[in-house]
């Protein structure tokens, strides 16, 4: 299940989280982030085998500018990637779920970076 933050809940939530959190910021128009919500909803077993604690958290760009602007979002969908807290990196893939899978364990491989 995505659990939808903003600007208000988002860093203490991301801050207290364990395991792999994957933020999706999405457009109320925007088929691409439909496309990929459904692919996280549908093949969320997929994702929760890959890697012991996961979790999908969607950012409404339309209401959470602050957010959007902190992450300097120019495109919809934009993934970032958590682990137990910190910030890991923007996430590039294609939106299907082997490949998903590849780009988080790449780069949960690298160390934490600084949050935006």
């Given at each position: 299940m995505i659990k939808e933050l903003d600007e208000f809940n988002f860093?203490?939530?991301i801050y207290d989280s364990k395991g792999v959190v994957l933020v999706f910021f999405t457009g109320p128009h925007c088929a691409s982030c439909h496309h990929?919500?459904?692919l996280l909803e549908s093949e969320v077993q997929v994702f929760e085998r890959a890697f012991d604690?996961?979790?999908v958290v969607e950012i409404k760009a339309d209401k959470a500018t602050a957010l959007v602007n902190e992450f300097n979002v120019f495109h919809l969908p934009s993934l970032f990637l958590y682990k137990d807290g910190q910030f890991h990196c923007e996430l590039q893939s294609e939106a299907h779920p082997k490949k998903l899978i590849d780009a988080i364990c790449?780069?949960?491989?690298k160390p934490a970076e600084e949050e935006p």
């Open positions: 860093h203490p939530f990929l919500r459904d604690e996961f979790r790449e780069a949960l491989a």
